[in-house]
T-cell receptor, first 112, second 114 residues
């Protein structure tokens, strides 16, 4: 079963705007990872954030983690048409097997 | 990071046949996994491939249907057995690097069962 829920399921914005995607999860985690998947392609690893971290940056990407609310957000600044893709959050739980479990994903469309 | 290769990249198969997918990682890894992604859906974990022992399957997946091998640290195979059209999906190999919690994915194998 899916651990995370992502919001929104689909997002369409104009090029140059910022895009924010949210991820909520149910059980305490070891870390949370964000991925991008272009249509019909494999997954690209974007960022890993550990449970003791609150924010990480990578280029135009900013990820936050609020363990008290069991939620994370991915912000893409100054979006480009090439950012059009599906974005997934995935969590590794603290307890049990070290499995990476995926959310449902957000389909992001950047309009030129 | 790690480079993960899979083959075949895609295949079209007849109902009742089996297909074996190979996965090779270019780095030392601790764990390897197999996922399925049905059309328009997210990724679902099939099993954890254990080196030298039987894979650990998730609920809803069984060894008879999805036998998995991992003869060494960097290579694994997944077989989709006795296929039906419902098995049409993308199958992705994944690996976690030593000393790092980041998990990487192969390009996937797109399977169509007629």
């Amino acid at each position: 079963s899916q651990q995370g829920e992502e919001d929104p399921q689909a997002l369409s914005i104009q090029e140059g705007e910022n895009a924010t995607m949210n991820c909520s999860y149910k059980t305490s985690i070891n870390n949370l990872q964000w991925y991008r998947q272009n249509s019909g392609r494999g997954l690209v690893h974007l960022i890993l954030i550990r449970s003791n971290e609150r924010e990480k940056h990578s280029g135009r990407l900013r990820v936050t983690l609020d363990t008290s609310k069991k939620s994370s957000s991915l912000l893409i600044t100054a979006s480009r048409a090439a950012d059009t893709a599906s974005y997934f959050c995935a969590t590794v739980l603290i307890q049990g097997a070290q499995k990476l479990v995926f959310g449902q994903g957000t389909r992001l469309t950047i309009n030129p | 990071s790690a480079v993960i290769s899979q083959k075949p990249s895609r295949d079209i198969c007849q109902r009742g046949t089996s297909l074996t997918i190979q996965c090779q990682v270019d780095s030392q890894v601790t764990m390897m996994f197999w996922y399925r992604q049905q059309p328009g859906q997210s990724l679902t974990l099939i099993a954890t491939a254990n080196q030298g022992s039987e894979a650990t399957y998730e609920s809803g997946f069984v060894i008879d249907k999805f036998p998995i091998s991992r003869p060494n640290l960097t290579f694994s195979t997944l077989t989709v057995s006795n296929m039906s059209p419902e098995d049409s999906s993308i199958y992705l190999c994944s690996a976690r690097l030593q000393g790092n919690n980041e998990q990487f994915f192969g390009p996937g194998t797109r399977l169509t069962v007629l």
